[in-house]
């Protein structure tokens, strides 16, 4: 038989279930990996460690999974990969020997370092941001710089003999290419292995999300309180199966890891990662057997031969709060009230020389106010409102504190008030992304008291976009003034997947059957998309949407620019991560033969 190698993906973010560490291991799979990293948690964790300097690091993981698993780790072997160490491996490390020293137990623990480039932003500051093109930020504000490291320093760690590998920051597919690197033995030459390693890990890397977890079908997956997390048998040519425990809720078919093979790309024929730029074009999903799903069909391309850099900065404040109205015309009541507060509040503030929040925005949750026009809910008598507010000056939010609670015995009638903690107010945090030549950062493994070259260097050849491949234009439906048409919605035809990345996000959309994807195809063109959802590139500028063609998967995606508000930390939104918007496309009705769709 050839062998495989099992890899349970038990975390896809700081805060995920502390659950799945447990089932995986029970489910013998030879690696454990775990990824806490976002753009928006490295400011976070880069705020901690300025309070406090043994901080920085991902605590679910030490305190939880580290900490519960220890003894069930040492008796079956199995082996952690995770990127826990935040801003700070090392302490991470210490909390976790600490742990073990109180069990009697001892791992040999690897930290990968290098990525940290805070002391080096001088570096970097004659760049524009890769995306849109900001000027660097001010200097004082900065928080963290980080690169995004490939699976070299894994794989070097794990070739040491390192039962644990904590890394920093880096690519989050990076955790599970570089056990596939070790074991075995791809180098850089071998791209489409490289390909095919990084999508596996992209498929596992978000938790649930792989088996199950945000499907559109979400009526069709079982027992979400004990819902399977995913794993990836993988071969040594690459191909992998995806599946999940034996016994546990979830779901595990084609569309399913198709969405999420989709899940925050923009071009998938161009997905940049250290060690191999992807193609996902031609990628194959096939039923491998109950909840076993294979997956094939990755090519890649030399990397580029830098690495991007995340710089996280802190750029003013912002607060938001919240207050339920209830009974007739209740959203036009909320909308009044907010206003009314927004102006009382404002106007206290330039009695006080601060001057106006520079940014504010009011929603009313219970009214689709996210879909802008695309809203149905009309006469609803029960919602919440929204007011989110920036300004430069910390100062500026004792009055909005202290007046948000005002109303509810001065403005509206229904006003119930809000008898949770009064709001926060915290930083708003955007990211500036660069890149640095591979060479220009040494990559350190830290293990048994060695210190292990793990530099990756300038790759032999680096990537050339003229090297991709392109798939035939796929034809739009035409004729349909030759046969009856029917209007359906898009969740009739199609799965959909949306994710963000930065000010950007995607929605995925997979024909439900390769003969409704031209009919998809005609209505989802570029134009379409920016009418549809014009509510989200508000103020923005150069926006714009790119559809590319995925046929291996019968696909388009379609990448969305300039469109969260800032996104994570700097939207004032209420989907800032662009969760719904895959939800909010599969409303859009489509136009289809009468015929076609009665089959």
Known sequence: ????????????????????????????????????????????????????????????????????????????????????????????????????????????IAFVEGDDLLDRID??????????????????????ANAYLGGGP????????????ITGRCVDSALTLGILMH??????ADLDKLSQGSLAGHVIECGAQGSGGLFTDWEDV?????????????????????????????????????????????DPQAYMLPDVVCDFAQVKVEPAGPDRVRVTGATGYPPTGCYKVCVTWADGFRSMAFMPVVGRDA???????????????????????????????????????????????????????????????????????????????????????????????????????????????????????????AGEGRPAATFDPALIERPAPGHAAEGGENQALSEVPLIDLAWARSGDKGDAFNVGVIARRPEYLPWIRAALDPAAMLDWFAHEFERASDSAVHRYEVPGMNAINLHFLNSLGGGQFASLRLDPLAKGKAQQLLDMPVKVPSALVGR
């Open 154 to 165: 894994i794989a070097r760690a794990l070739a040491a003999g390192a039962d644990v590998v």
């Open 222 to 266: 079982p027992d979400w309180s004990n819902i399977g997390y995913p794993i990836i048998e993988c071969a040594a040519d690459g191909s992998f199966v995806v599946t999940k425990p034996a016994g546990t809720g979830g779901l595990v078919t084609p569309a399913v890891v198709a969405e999420q093979i989709l899940y925050e790309v923009g």
């Open 331 to 453: 959203a036009r009541k909320a909308q009044r009230q907010a206003e009314a507060v927004l102006e009382r509040v404002n106007r206290m503030l330039r009695d006080r020389n601060l001057g106006p929040f520079r940014a504010s925005r009011i929603e009313l949750l219970g009214t689709e106010s996210s879909y802008g026009a695309n809203a149905r809910a009309l006469g609803t008598r029960e919602v919440i409102y929204k007011l989110a507010v920036e300004h430069d000056d910390a100062e500026a939010f004792k009055p909005f504190l202290r007046e948000f609670d005002s109303p509810t015995t001065s403005m509206s009638v229904g006003t119930t008030g809000w008898f949770g903690a009064r709001a926060e107010v915290k930083p708003v945090m955007r990211v500036f992304s660069a890149t640095i030549p591979r060479e220009a950062v040494a990559v350190h493994v830290q293990f048994e008291g060695q210190t292990l070259d």
């Open 123 to 144: 570096e970097l500051a004659d760049q524009t941001e890769m995306f849109v093109g900001s000027p660097f930020p001010p200097r004082e504000h900065i928080l963290t």
């Open 1 to 108: 038989m050839t062998r495989t190698v099992r890899i349970g993906g038990a975390c896809g973010f700081f805060g995920d279930s502390s659950l799945a560490p447990r089932q995986l291991i029970d489910a013998g799979v030879d690696y454990l990996i775990l990824d806490y990293l976002a753009e928006a948690t490295m400011s976070q964790l880069g705020m901690m460690k300025r309070h406090r300097a043994d901080l920085g690091y991902a605590t679910d993981f030490t305190e939880w999974v580290w900490k519960d698993n220890l003894q069930i780790l040492k008796q079956t072997g199995t082996k952690i990969v995770t990127n826990a160490g935040g801003v700070n491996p090392a302490a991470c490390v210490a909390r976790m020997r600490h742990f073990g020293q109180e069990a009697g137990l001892d791992f040999r």
């Open 183 to 188: 074991e075995f033995g791809w180098t850089g």
